[in-house]
């Protein structure tokens, strides 16, 4: 057998109470790519960020190319030929692209000579970007791209990938491992951290499974199915789902009248959406499907109240229950306690307020009783919001939102990160919503969760909204959101 | 609570290696440490009347101004003007109590500490609709405007509010019914009780009411306190800053009623500065904020009579002051870091 590009041997660790890993082991073989998978919370990312020595583990050992050693930084890991992209994205808004690279890869920032190293790389790596760019204009995609070029600049032989693809639409997934692929059949290795099981099998060669922190499968790519893949993750065989649900329309009103709306861009610059319009029933679940930056978010925040059309009729029952993506900063306040984040989200009209007074007690049993009810794990109703999981936050999220007893829901991209069993919740939370009769209407950047939750699905793209044919397939959907696309946005 | 102890035991701590500090440095400057602490002790607690008339007289408009910029902090908006909106509040107190020599205390305290309020508010109006106009950050625009309070204290006392004989830079003294009770045989007047009055109302307002929850949601999230939809941002931080600018303005009215009974230039010895390191050491909390006023008081204190019995000058207290506030900002430095450690494992769950 050839010497293992990186091989991670019993490794260890706990934080604090949580025992992250309990002695897992994970080898890598030179050419190949390696998903790694498993639920929020199994390890996978801590084993990476061990390889990447950004953790320190309590035991274990590791060798590099058959070299025993353990990095003590990223420095230390980047020196062993190994380079990672996070998550989250970590590169320097006001920078450009080619300056961020140079930051990241420790080359000179001489104008001329680093663009033509830059463009030797792009060319390289078969990625393309504008070097000039600042990367705080780029699309997430184009994001997404920049890290990779970041962490291949350095000439790295071994790519460790925390989730790549979590926030890109089917097309620029694909392009990703494309060229995570050629990657790994140019002679490096890489390690393709995910949650999405067709995706593992597709791309990789090789998949390993976590579960809390042990590994429970290893193997061949071929040798697996999704369904092997979701017990080796899950233990218990996959996750039922409801799939969608029985479709007994009865004519209902309409909670959500959109017609001909003009939405201006969330940056302020032109229209997001032109001559918009979308009717929502009550009891209805609509799946919103769109590349990243097509206007679903402008549409979204519209109806949810948070910005005005600049033209059209709007008529949107009340409550509204909103559920933002970005559930740290936007959604939750993570430094406050999970109390202070539910009467965040309820207002002045809550059961809690007297006259402007607060009943403390009243609002904290109340959110004691929402964590037993979603199943959301949290030491109590004082925890901070921050120190939860990202599933866990989720459901919190979610747990508020349908505490207004809402007539309409709009939620964005409430499965980003989770795993299937957070996810599956979620979705369920959502259909008992539209069941109870709320008007339903939730973005997803997974096509196939739009596909296969929804009662029925529109399209954002090219500045229109549109709906999908009943029974259309994902081919059909994934046109219809590159329809017309203009390429490379800025 | 918890945190309270721990917070109280650190500040202890700080004061002690402040005070060290402050010894060793007038040790190796040749002066006699010990007669110096021993006199910035005996000036802020050696008597009764030290502690009342010195000590406490001086943190009575720390304790206001710090309860102001608690409500200002809380939202985030950075009131760095309190010690202006203190002498406007000083300049409609006087003005209001030149004015008001025939009605009984019952009335003309109430008009004073209103006019002074009422002027505080003023001050930071501007500011406070800079900010919520166009984005001007307040920090600078609330600077900025110390410097015209300053300048218009020394127009009113040479100008409109000059004493009947136009000679010194001061007004005449504001009618008697307009100044506060003393307490018997001391100094110390009404206003110290007024403070710990604001202090629990603030408490009460921080704890108890939708608005205090509002401000704490404001501050320390702004953006998820906006998507909340429950919440008008704007409207919560011009509210706490013109809030914040009433209390320091009745500061300068309480202490034009109760200290001065004129207005003069430097009535503040920056009173609207070191009450914000009051303020920040307390954590912004309103009856924490009673406690470290009264250090800081009996430190101005005793600095004074250092500076009488040793000759020592004042502003070497002025290190106590700052190595009190490095020391706690580092101590709540490394025990963050000890609390982001403990929180990875969920950080590095979902960092999206």
């Known amino acids: ?12 660790k706990r934080f604090g109470p949580v025992q992250a890993l309990r002695g897992a082991d994970f080898t890598l073989a030179p050419g190949e790519v390696h998903a790694l998978l498993g639920e929020n919370g199994a390890g996978k990312s801590t084993l990476m960020h061990v390889a990447y020595g950004l953790v320190r583990p309590d035991a274990g050992a590791m060798a590099v190319r058959g070299r025993t050693v353990l990095p003590r930084s990223p420095r230390d890991a980047r020196r062993l030929g190994l380079g990672m992209v996070h998550q989250h994205f970590t590169s320097i808004p006001a920078f450009t692209v080619a300056e961020n690279i140079a930051l990241s890869a420790g080359w000179s920032v001489r104008p001329k000579e680093l663009r033509q190293r830059v463009l030797d790389l792009m060319g390289r790596v078969g990625l393309a970007l504008d070097p000039d760019a600042r990367a705080g204009t780029l699309t997430v995609a184009a994001k997404q791209r920049l890290e990779i070029l970041k962490a291949l600049a350095a000439d ?103 017609e001909m709306l003009d939405l201006p861009r969330e940056d302020g610059r032109g229209l997001a959406l032109r001559g918009a319009s979308l009717t929502v029933a009550a009891g209805e679940l609509v799946g919103v499907a769109g590349v990243e930056g097509s206007g679903q978010r402008e549409l979204l925040r519209t109806i949810a109240g948070l910005a005005r059309p600049l033209r059209g009729r709007l008529e949107v029952a009340a409550p509204v229950a909103f559920v933002p993506e970005d559930r740290t900063t936007e959604g939750l306040i993570g430094e406050l306690a999970l109390t202070d984040n539910v009467v965040l989200g309820l207002g002045r009209g809550a059961a809690w307020v007297h006259r402007g007074r607060l009943d403390w007690k009243a609002a904290r049993e109340r959110t004691s009783f929402l964590i037993r009810q979603f199943g959301i794990r949290a030491s109590g109703p004082d925890a901070p919001a921050g120190a939860l999981s990202g599933g866990n936050q989720q459901k919190l999220m979610i747990a508020r939102a349908l505490e207004l007893a809402p007539r309409v829901v709009v939620a964005e991209n409430p499965t980003r990160g989770l795993d299937i069993h957070a996810a599956d919740d979620v979705w369920q939370r959502l259909a008992a919503a539209a069941t109870a009769g709320a008007a339903v209407l939730v973005y997803s950047s997974d096509l196939d969760e739009v596909l296969e939750r929804a009662d029925r699905a529109i399209v954002v793209a090219k500045g229109t909204v549109t709906a999908a044919r009943a029974g259309a397939g994902k081919a059909e959907l994934g046109a219809m959101m590159l329809g017309g696309q203009p390429g490379g946005r800025p | 609570m918890n945190g309270t102890g721990s917070g109280l035991r650190a500040g202890a701590a700080a004061l002690a290696i402040g005070l060290l500090l402050l010894a060793a440095g007038l040790w190796a400057a040749g002066f006699d440490a010990a007669a110096a602490l021993a006199a910035l002790w005996q000036g802020a607690f050696g008597s009764w009347y030290a502690f009342t008339s010195a000590t406490l007289v001086r943190a009575v408009p ?8 608690a409500v200002a902090f809380r939202a985030n908006a950075l009131n760095i003007g309190a010690e202006g909106q203190f002498y406007a509040g000083a300049i409609a107190a006087t003005w209001a109590g030149l004015h008001l020599g025939g009605s009984s205390a019952v009335v003309a305290i109430p008009a004073v500490w209103l006019a002074a309020g009422a002027a505080g508010a003023l001050w930071v109006a501007l500011p406070a609709w800079l900010r919520l106009r166009f984005g001007v950050l307040e920090v600078i625009s609330t600077l900025l405007l110390n410097f015209v309070a300053e300048s ?20 005449d003294p504001i009618a008697a019914a307009a100044r506060l009770p003393l307490l018997p045989g001391t100094r110390l007047h009404m206003g110290f009780l007024a403070g710990i009055a604001l202090a629990v109302v603030v408490w009460y307002v921080f704890r108890r009411t939708v608005w205090g929850f509002e401000l704490l949601a404001t501050g320390t999230g702004p953006r998820a306190a906006r998507v909340s939809g429950r919440i008008d941002i704007g409207r919560v931080t011009a509210l706490a800053l013109l809030w914040s600018g009433a209390i320091a303005g009745l500061a300068g009215g309480i202490e034009v009623g109760g200290v001065s009974y004129a207005l003069f230039q430097n009535l503040s010895p920056g009173y609207g500065f070191t009450a914000i390191a009051v303020a920040l050491l307390a954590r912004l909390r309103p009856l924490a904020i009673v406690l470290t006023g009264i250090v800081f008081g009996a430190l101005e204190a005793g600095a004074q009579a250092m500076q009488r019995e040793a000759g020592i000058p004042a502003v070497a207290v002025y290190v106590v002051e700052g190595v009190i506030i490095l020391v706690l900002l580092l101590a709540e430095a490394t025990g963050r870091r000890a609390r982001t450690s403990v929180a990875l494992p969920d950080a590095e769950a979902d960092p999206a």
């Open chain 2, 62 to 69: 720390l304790i206001v101004i710090g309860l102001g910029i």
């Open chain 2, 152 to 171: 218009l204290v020394s127009w009113m006392v040479q100008g409109p509010l000059q004493e009947a004989k136009h000679i010194y830079p001061q007004s």
């Open chain 1, 156 to 258: 790295a032989t071994i790519l460790l990938l925390d989730e790549p693809t979590a926030v890109l639409a089917p097309s620029d997934a694909e392009e990703l491992l494309r060229v995570v692929r050629e990657f790994a059949a140019g002679g490096g290795a890489a390690v393709l951290i995910t949650h999405k099981l067709d995706e593992a099998l597709r791309a990789a060669d090789r998949v390993t499974a976590l579960r809390a922190g042990r590994v429970t499968l290893t193997g061949p790519a071929s040798a697996q199915t999704p369904d092997s893949l979701a017990r080796a993750m899950i233990g218990s065989g996959a996750p039922v789902h409801g799939g969608p649900r029985p479709a007994e329309r009865v004519e209902r009103a309409s909670l959500i009248r959109c």
């Open chain 1, 1 to 12: 057998m050839t010497t293992p590009a990186l091989e991670l041997h019993g490794i260890v």
